[in-house]
């Protein structure tokens, strides 16, 4: 595509590509082909995946893997549709995300309806922003979605792209660029001052860290500080591995599990200094809703943006960037002696015992030997179920971003498709998907992506022919079991149907083998995990 004959579409795919993109998923239509000819001429390589769900997931795990922003491309009507649920995840999860849609001409539309719908009325409640791209602004638009994307907090920009406007030849251009803003830090004053104050008097301190400081990058501020004021320190299930888990003073991950809340909120509740870093609550269950009294307690809330939850609340606010905030904080400050009665060696060990790993075979085993046999760089996705509030607990994660999840929807389908994007950002890294027999049921059709990108993921599937956490749930309220359970499935045999390979384990030996092979494999591996009926009970 020479300049003298620029399109709109080109203008926009020229942009993300300086923007690190380099991989755009989903499924075309005719009202997309001109955006689809464009990202490849530009140098983005489209991935056709079998549901525009599924390609979204595609995308945020290229995202987690190489920091360039996710994009979606759905076609008129029910391609944008199929997407809703993907874009929605992008925006509770904080996953920034530009989603392409192809429309049909505004003149068109008044005497057309095939499949017409108003594309940015359906996407405006679950994206930061939604535009309608036109020819002469299309420079702007394309570096305006890029801003608010990637702007704190995170999350998906709608472009709905008329045909003709995609088409549209248009001038040479130079693309409009925002400059990206330099990381603020706490303005000093009294504020600061005071938060310094209570940072030096505290003796029994605890920071809680969330996504906002997974964005900021801040995990080496986050182990200097804790190092050097002795704070032990909580994280959400995403910002798992934001510091090292084997770290002495990591308390592990906070979100889903009663039992483990049933130990770290006692211990929360001890402190004398809260210090909230970066900590999204939209990851955290109700139990963790106003969990302490501000007027009690000194609370410093570090994050993105002003509190608008309200499921905590603090007595210092600072909207600002996680690791400059934790270097104006700790300027200067004294360090003392911090929680010595062992209280936090005693919390590690009653963690350390409510999530046993000794199980001869379970679901727990199953986590126990893939992170024994698998190593410490593997990337894990998690598929959302019974399965993920054990794992969240008991998987340990040694660097950021190498335990993905969908904590803020938590919906069911994502982590074959999160598992994909991710080994094809980082093709020499091992990844494995672990999912329920459900949720790997709902995407199926990916293990035929996988097959065709080559890709060599692992599949851990939990079987146990139930939606095994609402059945839980059923029994506990003493209802009659409905609609929970569904029929046995060879899922071995479908892996080796869509050309990988297939394996199904009852043993911890059975699935160290089967491991063994995957992990020395040149394509994707499915390992069904028979684990039975009723097997999570009293595991979270």
Same mark, same amino acid.
């Given at each position: 595509?020479? %300049? ?24 075309? &239509? ?33 995202? @987690?893997?190489?920091?360039? *922003? ?8 029910? &391609? ?34 095939? @499949? ?39 999350? *998906? ?25 330099? *990381? ?76 483990? %809340? ?17 900590? %999204?609550?939209?990851?955290? !269950? ?6 302490? %009294? ?80 698998? *190593? ?62 459900? &949720? ?35 029994? @506990? ?55 039975? !009926? ?7």
């Amino acid at each position: 595509m020479t %300049d003298h004959k620029l399109r709109a579409a080109d203008l926009v795919a020229r942009r993300l590509y300086e923007a690190g993109c380099r991989y755009a998923f989903g499924i075309p &239509g005719g009202e997309v082909l001109t955006l689809v000819d464009a990202l490849e001429a530009a140098g983005i390589t489209f991935i056709l995946a079998k549901h525009e769900n599924a390609a979204g997931f595609m995308a945020e795990g290229v995202w @987690q893997r190489t920091g360039a *922003p996710g994009i979606l491309v759905a076609t008129v009507g029910p &391609g944008v549709v199929n997407g809703v649920n993907v874009v929605a995840n992008a925006e509770q999860d904080r996953v920034p995300f530009i989603v392409l849609t192809g429309c049909v001409d505004e003149t068109a539309a008044l005497t057309y309806t095939h @499949q017409v719908l108003d594309h940015q009325q359906v996407l405006r409640p679950v994206t930061k922003a939604s535009f309608r791209l036109t020819a002469e602004g299309a420079d702007v638009i394309a570096d305006k979605a890029l801003a608010i994307a990637t702007d704190p907090r995170a999350g *998906p920009v709608h472009i709905d792209v008329p045909i003709a406007v995609a088409e549209q030849a248009v001038a040479p251009a130079r693309l409009r660029r925002r400059p990206p803003a330099a *990381p603020a830090a706490p303005a000093p004053g009294h504020e600061l001052d005071r938060a310094r104050l209570w940072l030096e008097d505290a003796k029994r301190p605890v920071m809680i860290v969330g996504l906002d400081a997974l964005a900021d990058d801040a995990g080496e501020e986050i182990l200097a500080f804790c190092e050097i004021f002795s704070i032990p320190f909580v994280t959400t299930y995403k910002a798992k591995g934001i510091v090292s888990e084997e770290h002495p003073l990591c308390l592990g991950a906070a979100g889903l599990s009663p039992k483990a %809340d049933a130990l770290l909120l006692p211990f929360v509740s001890q402190a004398d200094l809260i210090l909230c870093l970066g900590y %999204d609550p939209i990851e955290m !269950r109700a139990g963790w809703c106003e969990p302490w %009294d501000p007027e009690a307690v000194h609370v410093i809330d570090i994050a993105a943006e002003p509190n608008r939850h309200y499921v905590h609340q603090a007595g210092i606010n600072f909207v600002t960037h996680c690791g400059k905030a934790l270097e104006a904080l700790g300027h200067g400050a004294a360090p003392q002696a911090t929680w010595e009665l062992g209280e936090v060696e005693v919390l590690k060990g009653a963690l350390a015992e409510a999530f046993p790993r000794d199980e001869a075979w379970g679901p727990a085993a199953v986590i126990d030997t893939c992170r024994r046999v698998l *190593p410490k760089e593997t990337v894990a996705t998690c598929d959302t179920g019974a399965h993920r509030i054990l794992l969240a607990q008991m998987w340990e994660t040694y660097e950021p971003k190498t335990l993905l999840q969908s904590t803020g929807l938590c919906t069911m389908g994502c982590a074959l498709p999160l598992a994909i994007g991710a080994q094809l950002a980082e093709p020499e890294r091992p990844v494995i998907a672990f999912t329920g027999d459900a &949720g790997l049921l709902m995407v199926a059709g990916e293990l035929s992506t996988a097959a065709e990108l080559a890709s060599r993921v692992v599949v851990v599937v939990f079987v146990d022919s139930s939606l095994a956490l609402i059945e839980l749930k059923q029994r @506990q309220r003493q209802m009659a079991n409905a609609g929970v359970d569904f029929g046995s499935h060879d899922f071995a045999a479908i892996g080796r149907a869509f050309g990988g390979l297939g394996h199904t384990v009852t043993s911890r030996a059975e699935l160290e083998e089967a491991l063994d092979d995957a992990l020395n494999a040149e394509t994707f591996t499915v390992i069904a995990a028979m684990i039975g !009926r009723q097997g999570y009970d009293g595991r979270f």
